[in-house]
Structures are given as C-alpha cells and as structure tokens.
C-alpha cells in the first residue's frame, strides 16, 4: 500500500516546518508503515488537496483521503489494528483530545511569540505574501511586532509546560511506559519549535527535553 503524506515546506523543500504535519509523520513512524511525504507550499496546498478542507497535512493511501492530523491518527489506529497503537482504546482518545485542545490554546499561542516571523522569512515570496495576510489578520498585529524572543518570552513558554513537566516526574510519557498519540501532539508542536526558532527552546536540565529527545530518537528521520 502506498501512503503519501502532503507535508507543508518552505522556499527550500527540505525545511518543514508545520506541527500538525509533524503530528502525522510521528503517526506513521509509531505505526512503523512506510510512507513518503509530499513537499508542498502554503500556495499549493488547493492543488494537491482533493478534498473540500484545503488544510495539511493530507494523507492518501490506496483510495482513501484524509484530512487532518488527529483524523489521521484515528484513520492508521483503524487501518493498522495489528501495529503498535496511538490510542488504547476510546479512554486514549479521549485523553488525547484533551492534551491537543492544551496544546493548541495554551503552547501555540507562547511559541508563535518566538517563531512567526522565521517562518514568513523561510518561505517563498507568494507564500509569504499569503502567510503575511492570514496570519496578521488572525493575529491583529504586524508578524515584526509578534515575534519577540526576548528572555522573558522564552521563559513564559517554558512555564507553559509546567503541566507536562509534572507529569513527568511520576512517568516517562503521557501514555505511560511507552507514548501514544497524546505524546505525539505535544512533540510535533515542541519540534516545529525547535526546528523554527533559531535556538535551543529547553533549558538544559528540563525533564521535557529528556522526554522530547528520547521521542526524537524513537522516531528518527521524521
């Protein structure tokens, strides 16, 4: 079978920089199935999407077409009952639909403060005429007056993950002995951080980098 994962890039092709994305390929790396991703810009996206939400990542097996990081998780969980599972059942679910709906209204917003204008700068210029206009309007501000990664910026991040850090003093991952889709929500935010800040977003004695590196590891390649 073969799986294509339509995966949003910058000028250069090989620079990925989308959590959700990030998300999915972690997806795929836990199920252990083979898979290509699709280098596309934020202008093509309409083009190779063949569904009516035109959004990254896509993925496309066979016939079937999916939208959505999270519905791509459920999508591999169905397909592949027999390889190691994202969720454990409708509990894990659950669970990780909370731990998105944190990492989405809590670590997002705290990490566009460092990140939102690296990224504008990395893309292509119609790309970033496109970013510019989505992203000042859904921010109500200039992207130079946005992004400040000022001391007390980076700090107010590393706070955010105050709630992941406790967690981790009792166990290794979210989903416990090993990690599961809700583990990978918050490591694809984490890594698009990493990947687009320009520097090294942990302290270095923060148990969330242990937790993150090990993940990273794991997952190599992605």
């Known amino acids: 079978m073969s799986i294509k994962l339509y995966d949003l890039c910058g000028l250069d092709e090989s620079f990925r920089f989308s959590p959700t994305c990030w998300r999915a390929k972690a997806a795929l790396a836990h199920k252990g199935v083979d898979f290509e991703t699709i280098a596309t810009p934020f202008t093509k996206i309409k083009e190779h999407v063949a569904t009516e ?51 989405n209204t809590t670590l997002i917003p705290l990490i566009i403060k460092l990140v939102v204008k690296n990224i504008h700068d990395s893309l292509a210029a119609t790309d970033q005429a496109y970013f510019r206009k989505t992203r000042e309007n859904m921010l109500g501000a200039r992207l130079e007056d946005v992004q400040n990664a000022s001391q007390e910026n980076i700090e107010a991040f590393r706070e955010g993950l105050k709630p992941l850090r406790t967690m981790l003093a009792e166990q290794r991952f979210i989903g416990g002995k090993e990690p599961l889709y809700a583990d990978l929500i918050v490591y694809g935010t984490l890594k698009w951080a990493l990947k687009t800040a320009g520097f090294d977003i942990f302290a270095s004695d923060d148990p969330v980098k242990t937790w993150f590196e090990a993940i990273d590891q794991r997952y190599e390649g992605v």
């Open 53 to 103: 939400q035109k959004t990254l990542p896509y993925l496309e097996s066979g016939g079937d077409k999916v939208v959505d990081s999270f519905a791509i998780a459920l999508y591999l969980e169905e397909k592949f009952p027999e390889k190691p599972k994202l969720f454990n059942g409708p509990e894990g679910v659950a669970a990780a639909k909370f731990v998105q709906s944190w990492t």
